[in-house]
């Protein structure tokens, strides 16, 4: 039923490098999100899109940045990666039409050594 | 500020019990809430959303109850099976005007379904 994706599965980086965490679905949804997972810890919030051009900031903050060209696509970027920024990273997705059912990646799990 | 509550915390039950779940949140005024799993490690799979014009849903061996005025929702499963074990959140959605389609999510429920 769903279909968003998020790669890469898993990734292990070197402090200081760029990143970015790719996510994309086939819904047609105009909401995107991204959440961030500590291992046994509530979602918190750190970034979603109403649509193409639109961004903004969550409800935690956070060193990444976002942006929204195509509907389908909502690429998260680390400039510069710390290990504070070690956590799972989930994309989600929504549309009006659907009643605002929220539907999720299956993550990306990121350890910056 | 939605606030958004879970209880219990962990849960552990032999095979073939009925459970429910309980959800609790602090503002009534809420657009629907929605019932996910979680797998650990993985993401999210969602299982139930109800509008806030509605009292119930089901799928399957699941039901999910609302009760706004008392901001209150229940997640009833029928006959549990070892492949239940995870964690189950609820979240809410505020009736939002404006910026911030926001999610609240509760602190979840760890359920174990024990042979």
């Known amino acids: 039923e769903a279909d968003i994706y998020q790669t890469p599965r898993y990734l292990v980086i070197g402090t200081g490098k760029k990143i970015t965490l790719e996510c994309s679905q086939t819904?047609?949804?105009?909401?995107m999100y991204w959440y961030q997972q500590d291992p046994g810890m509530e979602l918190h919030l750190i970034h979603y899109?109403?649509?193409?051009?639109?961004?903004e900031k969550g409800d935690l903050s956070s060193e990444s940045t976002v942006s929204r060209i195509r509907t389908e696509h909502f690429p998260l970027t680390l400039e510069s990666a710390r290990p504070s920024h070690t956590s799972q990273y989930l994309c989600?997705?929504?549309?009006?039409?659907?009643?605002?059912?929220?539907?999720f990646g299956s993550g990306t799990q990121l350890s910056v050594l | 500020k939605q606030e958004v509550t879970q209880i219990p915390a962990a849960l552990s039950v032999p095979e073939g019990e009925n459970l429910v779940l309980n959800c609790s949140f602090t503002?009534?005024?809420?657009?629907?809430l929605q019932w996910f799993r979680q797998d650990p490690g993985k993401g999210l799979t969602s299982l139930l959303l109800?509008?806030?014009?509605?009292r119930e849903q089901t799928s399957g061996r699941l039901n999910a109850s609302l009760d706004k005025s008392s901001g209150r929702s229940t997640l009833y499963i029928a006959a549990s099976q070892p492949g239940d074990s995870a964690t189950y959140l609820c979240?809410?959605?505020?009736?939002?005007?404006?910026?911030?389609?926001?999610?609240?999510f509760g602190t979840g429920t760890q359920l174990k379904v024990e042979l």
């Open positions: 989600a997705s929504s549309s009006i039409i659907g009643g605002e059912k929220l539907f």
């Open positions: 109800i509008q806030s014009s509605q």
């Open positions: 819904m047609g949804h105009d909401k």
């Open positions: 979240a809410v959605k505020g009736e939002v005007t404006g910026g911030g389609n926001k999610l609240t």
């Open positions: 899109s109403y649509g193409v051009n639109s961004t």
């Open positions: 503002d009534s005024a809420i657009y629907n």
